[in-house]
Each structure stands twice: as structure tokens, then as C-alpha cells.
């Protein structure tokens, strides 16, 4: 049974009223690809509850009440820095339409997983906040503060402040929200510092004060230090299952600590955890603050939607998706697609069948069946929309195109050079005579399939070896030993390879 089914299933047995799927992330600037695996993977078990009769629903919470941390690369420093340290809700966006920073990254994102057919219910944690919903649960934990450092010391061995609260109110003096630190909590007000040198990255202003931490919906007044707030979120909203990454979800993780605080203060079923692997490119965990190559827009420039749904739908979830576009993982992810959609199609293979129906976005859609590597031969040459719209290439042909521009190897790229190669030279007499041959019949009305065939019949009748006979027609005009599907080259420019056959025959 798929992994997902077999989830599913599972839950089904605790007959819960309803399954809650959700899942998060912070919109600190471009999203990671890695995001996009969570949003996927609960995407299917989600999809696979409704399959299965169970009542569940679907959020995705967008954590825009975090600070910034640290500055993208690709963002002005002079223009941003100075909103190190403030709530993301708080930092003007980017770029104009948008409301604030958050909102714009946060966008950019759900772009790309709507276009991968997950659409998760959108929450943003300012609203969860002035909804007042978290008030109770923020005093919860106040109350039992020398708990939650009980909890803190079990797991990480390490002695915790006396004075250490898990709160952060935002300074009402500079906006911060990562250096104000709580010492005191009265049963109705926090007592804090924004400490000048709390971290590293960002001075706070130095401003004392107390307030009461609740916020209503005129504003937020801070926010529960994260892991204890991702707990106190389950609890909130009532979520039954959500995952996260690996990192996540180690031994002694934010996701340990979090479930510590479910079972020994909220008191609170821990939901059903999903723990998913990285999603690497390159062999790298590249994170989004590093800039270009990695975040989810990029992925879709790369791949079509289905491709990108069924390459995370494709992996095990315990399993490292490594994605290099450099090398040949993209034809071959194409070629795998189309495998599955024979499955898929032709009732061979259950588990591939499955996978390749999970990895559709509206409805089930049958892929072209011309193999990826040739239609990137296809892209090369001039005059073959005719071919491609017969074999239905039109959406693969932009991939492909990028592919070969931006991304194959060498040996895949080639152009009919304008000049004859300077390589033709060292055609044998052998070769110079099969290029003569060749140009004799290129009057004729040839069918590709046919003329490919003939191709090989005229050097077998001057003993010449296939591997001769090919390289002697590519290297007159391409300058290369190899290149596509020869027969499709020299018909689709006949009258140019003609005159070139000979040049290269009397060179
Ligand atoms: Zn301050």
C-alpha cells in the first residue's frame, strides 16, 4: 500500500470527529523548495483522508507575527536592515502591492503550491492572535513558567533562568520583538528589558517596562516563544496531525520539546506527526536566505506542476529528495513520469499507478510520450512545431528549452554551426564519399523514419561503420561527433546540408 494510504488509514481507526491537517512556516523572505515538500506531503494525506470517508480539513499557517532574523541576500541591506529584530507583519514588503514583508513572501509562496494543486486553508498568526483565542493558553503558560523550564532543562540539560519567562513581548518603543526579555510576570502583566545586546544581529533600544501580554483585535502585544507556541497552536485551533521536517523532528527537537509541553502543561494530544526528509538541491540544503537557485518559484521554472507534485510524491518521505537540474535528473524525472503514467493508465503497476494519480493537479492528464531527452533535441532545431504539436509537446517545450540553455550538459547542446567546422577536415576519404552519397538522394521526398533507416543502409553499401558514418554528418554540421536524431537534422534544412555535404566531400 502507498505510504499515504496506509496513514490514512491509520487515522481512520482512532475515528476522530474531524482530522485536522495542518502546516506552517515562517515567510522570512523566498521560501525554500523544502517548504513545498510539507505542503505536499500533508496535501496527500489529507487528500487520501477524503478519500477515505473521514471529515478533515486542511490550514496552512502562515507565522508573519515572527521576527526577521537575518537579511537576504538579495534584499537591500541599507533599505532593510534596520527591521532586524521586528515582527515580519511589521516590515514594509518588498515590492508594492503587498501589505507588508510577510505578506509578499508568503504570496510568492502559495503561488507555487496552489499551482501544485494544494490549497490549505491560509491563516496568518496575527489573526490567531487578535482573535484573542491564544490569551488563555499564553497565560497557561506564564503560570506554569518554572514548568516549561523544567521541561527546557530535561531536554537540553542545561540550567534555565529563574527569570526566564516564555514570552516575548513586541517593544513599544523600537517594535522588536527579538530583544525584549521578560522577568517578571505578575498573574496580569510581564515585566521586561529590550536588552541593547540580546543577539548579535540587531541592538534593542534599552526601554523597561510592564504590560499585560494579551493581545485583542487593536493589536498584538507579543508572541509565546516559538516551540512552546507551536504546541500552543495545536491546542488553539484543535489539530489532529501535522508534520515537519527532519530537522524539526529529531531526537531532542523543537518538535520533542513542543509535545513535552502538550503532555505536561496544556494537556494536549500531541497530533499525528509527519516527519519528512530534506528536499536537497545540488546535495545541498540551501537556505532561502542565500539567494537564487533553490526557493519554490525557481523549482516551477524548472519543472511543470505535475512533475514537481509527483517528483515529492514519487519520494518515500523518509527519503532525501536530491535534485540537481545539472545533471541528467531532469530527463530522467520526465522519463519516470511518463512510466508511471503507463501504470497508471495500462493497470500495471498498483503503487506507480497511485503515484502517478496523487501527482495530478485538477484532473487525470496523459503526458506526451516522446521521451524528454529527444524533445530537448527537438528544441535545438529550427522548423519543428509541426512535430511538437503532434506529439502534444507544447507545455514541455519552455522546459526544455530552459533545460538545454540553462542547465545540459555540454554534450546535449548543439547548433548547425554557419560556417563549415574547421573538424570536417579530418573526414577520411570514406566519410567525404558517404557525405556525397547522402546529398545524392536529398532531392527525393523522404519520410524521417525512412530516410533514418536509409541512412545506415548507404554506409553499410561503402563499408563504412555506422559510428563513422554519423560522426563523418555531424561534424560537418555541427562540429561534433554526435548530436539528435539525424534523419529529422538534414531534412528539415535540405537544401543547406546539400551544399554543405559537399563543401565538407571536397574540403
Ligand atoms: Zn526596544
Not at 540580546?198 to 516559538?226: D, H, Q, R, Y
Not at 525557481?298 to 529528495?321: A, D, Y
Amino acid at each position: 500500500m502507498f505510504w499515504v494510504d496506509s496513514v490514512a488509514a491509520e487515522l481512520k481507526k482512532r475515528k476522530l470527529s474531524l482530522e485536522w491537517v495542518d502546516d506552517m512556516k515562517t515567510p522570512s523572505g523566498r521560501i525554500h523548495v523544502g517548504a513545498l515538500r510539507g505542503v505536499v506531503v500533508h496535501d496527500l494525506v489529507f487528500k487520501a483522508l477524503k478519500e477515505l470517508g473521514v471529515k478533515t480539513k486542511y490550514t496552512y499557517i502562515f507565522d508573519n507575527h515572527d521576527p526577521m532574523d537575518s537579511l537576504p541576500v538579495y534584499l537591500q541591506k541599507e533599505k532593510f536592515e534596520k527591521y532586524l529584530g521586528m515582527p515580519l507583519f511589521k516590515i514594509p514588503s518588498p515590492a508594492a502591492g503587498f501589505s507588508d514583508y510577510a505578506q509578499y513572501y508568503a504570496k510568492e509562496f502559495m503561488e507555487v503550491f496552489n499551482k501544485i494543486g494544494c490549497h490549505p486553508e491560509i491563516l496568518w498568526s496575527t489573526d490567531l492572535y487578535k482573535s484573542g483565542k491564544m490569551n488563555p493558553l499564553i497565560k497557561e503558560c506564564l503560570d506554569e513558567a518554572s514548568e516549561i523550564r523544567k521541561i527546557y532543562e530535561d531536554l537540553y540539560k542545561k540550567k534555565i533562568d529563574k527569570k526566564w519567562y516564555p514570552f516575548q513581548p513586541y517593544c513599544p518603543n523600537c517594535s522588536k520583538v527579538s530583544t525584549t526579555k521578560v522577568y517578571n510576570w505578575d498573574g496580569e502583566k510581564v515585566s521586561f528589558t529590550c536588552e541593547i545586546d540580546a543577539v548579535v544581529w540587531t541592538k534593542g533600544c534599552g526601554f523597561k517596562g510592564k504590560m499585560s501580554p494579551f493581545s485583542n483585535e487593536k493589536g498584538i502585544a507579543g508572541k509565546l516563544s516559538w516551540k512552546v507556541e507551536w504546541a500552543a497552536k495545536w491546542k488553539v485551533l484543535g489539530i489532529t496531525v501535522e508534520g515537519a521536517g527532519e530537522d524539526h523532528m529529531s531526537k531532542g527537537g523543537s518538535h520533542d520539546l513542543a509535545s513535552l509541553i502538550c503532555e505536561r502543561v496544556i494537556n494536549y494530544p500531541v497530533p499525528y506527526p509527519l516527519p519528512y526528509a530534506f528536499f536537497l538541491i545540488g546535495g545541498r540544503k540551501m537556505s532561502s536566505s542565500k539567494g537564487r537557485g533553490s526557493s519554490a518559484p525557481e523549482m516551477l521554472e524548472i519543472l511543470p506542476p505535475e512533475i514537481l507534485r509527483f517528483l515529492m510524491v514519487k519520494t518515500k518521505v523518509s527519503q532525501q529528495i536530491n535534485f540537481d537540474p545539472s545533471e541528467d535528473t531532469v530527463p530522467k524525472l520526465f522519463d519516470d513520469y511518463q512510466k508511471a503514467a503507463e501504470a497508471y493508465f495500462e493497470k500495471k503497476d498498483e503503487n506507480l499507478a497511485r503515484i502517478f494519480k496523487l501527482s495530478q493537479i485538477d484532473k487525470v492528464k496523459k503526458p506526451p510520450s516522446i521521451r524528454f531527452s529527444v524533445l530537448a533535441q527537438w528544441v535545438q532545431m529550427p522548423n519543428m512545431e509541426k512535430e511538437i504539436k503532434k506529439e502534444s509537446l507544447e507545455e514541455w517545450e519552455s522546459y526544455a528549452k530552459i533545460w538545454v540553455e540553462k542547465y545540459a550538459p555540454n554534450e546535449i547542446k548543439f547548433s548547425i554551426q554557419e560556417k563549415i567546422p574547421e573538424a570536417s577536415k579530418k573526414l577520411s576519404q570514406k566519410q567525404k564519399e558517404y557525405l556525397l552519397k547522402v546529398s545524392s538522394f536529398l532531392d527525393n521526398n523522404w519520410d524521417a523514419e525512412e530516410f533514418q533507416k536509409k541512412l545506415y543502409e548507404w554506409a553499410k553499401e561503402i563499408s563504412l561503420s555506422p559510428t563513422e558514418a554519423f560522426q563523418a554528418l555531424y561534424v560537418s554540421l555541427i562540429g561534433k561527433d554526435y548530436g539528435p536524431k539525424a534523419a529529422w537534422l538534414i531534412l528539415k534544412h535540405k537544401d543547406f546540408v546539400k551544399k554543405r555535404f559537399l563543401d565538407a566531400a571536397n574540403s
